[in-house]
């Protein structure tokens, strides 16, 4: 958790080795170094865990981009009830690892989430 309280996106080349139970985005947003994203799901009978695993690796554009996957772990839950939830992220891991390998404090950074059809600015 950050000082805000937020889990963090986590920088990994690993994405694979985690779990990508089935989820649906249903919303995204960036306000600040603050990614809120709304989901729908499967299940209702276990806690479901979700991380924003981003590809470390900046694909050389500009503005530069970055990849990423939301990883979900249902926990073997097999109940059928619709859930809806918001997870709010904290992205400034990102902005850290630009700024360490670009030697600036302030730009634009692109990121694709797989799964959602829109990219997501963040200005820092």
Not at 103 to 121: I, K, Q, Y
Request: charged share 20%; aromatic share 10%; hydrophobic share 40%.
């Amino acid at each position: 958790m950050t000082a805000d309280g937020l889990p963090p996106v986590l920088l990994t080349a690993d994405a694979d080795r985690w779990p990508h139970d089935a989820y649906e985005f249903t919303g995204m947003q960036r306000s600040g170094d603050t990614l809120t994203v709304a989901i729908r799901f499967g299940g209702g009978c276990r806690t479901h865990e979700f991380a924003l695993l981003v590809s470390p690796a900046f694909m050389e554009s500009y503005p530069v981009q970055m990849s990423g996957s939301l990883a979900h772990d249902a926990h073997g839950d097999t109940c059928r009830a619709i859930v809806h939830d918001t997870l709010r992220l904290d992205l400034s891991p990102l902005r850290r690892a630009y700024t360490a390998a670009y030697r600036t404090e302030s730009d634009t950074l692109v990121l694709h989430v797989a799964g959602w059809p829109l990219s997501v600015r963040y200005a820092f």
